[in-house]
């Protein structure tokens, strides 16, 4: 019932900037948070920051802050990641995830119940 799609990813170079897209369906983002995390490979996904759903109160990883920004289309129910300054360190698969009411920090993978396919991010030096 629930989907979200990742959509924005592509090949940068260090310096430059991508938006990401996370459409959601079947479940109204009233009653979540939505996060945004990546991953590659080999290693355990890594929360870059979350939404609640009034898009009044954001939370971002110290990795995201200051050039990193998450907002809401809430009619729509898409949220998105600006990413500026982008450096090599940011290449990574990058997924969407809503969390339900028992979430515990909002920052911790095990919060999350529904996850995007991901959508691949590159960076070049």
């Known amino acids: 019932q629930v989907q979200l799609v990742e959509s924005g990813g592509g090949w940068v170079q260090a310096g430059g900037s991508l938006r990401l897209s996370c459409a959601a369906s079947g479940l109204s983002f009233s009653y979540h948070i939505t996060g945004w995390f990546r991953q590659t490979p080999g290693k355990e996904r890594e929360f870059i920051a979350r939404?609640?759903?009034?898009?009044?109160?954001?939370y971002y990883a110290d990795a995201a802050k200051g050039r990193f920004t998450i907002s809401r289309d809430t009619a729509k129910n898409i949220v998105f990641l600006q990413m500026n300054s982008l450096k090599p360190e940011d290449t990574a698969v990058y997924y969407c995830?809503?969390?339900?009411?028992?979430?515990?920090?909002?920052?911790?993978?095990?919060?999350?119940?529904?996850w995007g396919q991901g959508t691949q991010v590159t960076v070049s030096s």
């Open positions: 939404i609640d759903w009034r898009g009044a109160t954001t």
């Open positions: 995830a809503k969390a339900g009411p028992r979430f515990r920090t909002g920052w911790d993978v095990n919060d999350y119940d529904y």
